[in-house]
């Protein structure tokens, strides 16, 4: 069971960062090219920072499903701003 939800788990976030890589940048979030320039040049590789900006975005998105919420750019930039720390917190 647990390397189901661990296998579940790799293929969305590579979903993410599939979608994510294929937008435009005039429709990314500023912050989220901010944060990408921010942690290379914390030493983070281009795939690392993506990963984080990736989880990021997934918090942000279960927000929206499990609250019935809109997309809140101001949630998604101050967990952004929290990165590289992993264990962030989402506030409603």
């Known amino acids: 069971m647990n390397q189901q939800i661990r296998k579940a788990s790799r293929d969305a976030t590579q979903s993410i960062l599939n979608a994510f890589s294929r937008l435009p940048e005039g429709v990314r979030a500023p912050e989220t090219g901010l944060t990408f320039q921010r942690l290379l040049s914390m030493g983070y590789q281009e795939r690392e920072a993506q990963h984080l900006i990736a989880n ?12 019935g919420e809109p997309f809140n750019q101001e949630r998604y930039a101050a967990m952004l701003r929290q990165l590289p720390r992993q264990n962030w917190r989402i506030a409603r």
């Open 56 to 67: 990021v975005l997934s918090g942000e998105m279960t927000m929206m499903q499990r609250f």
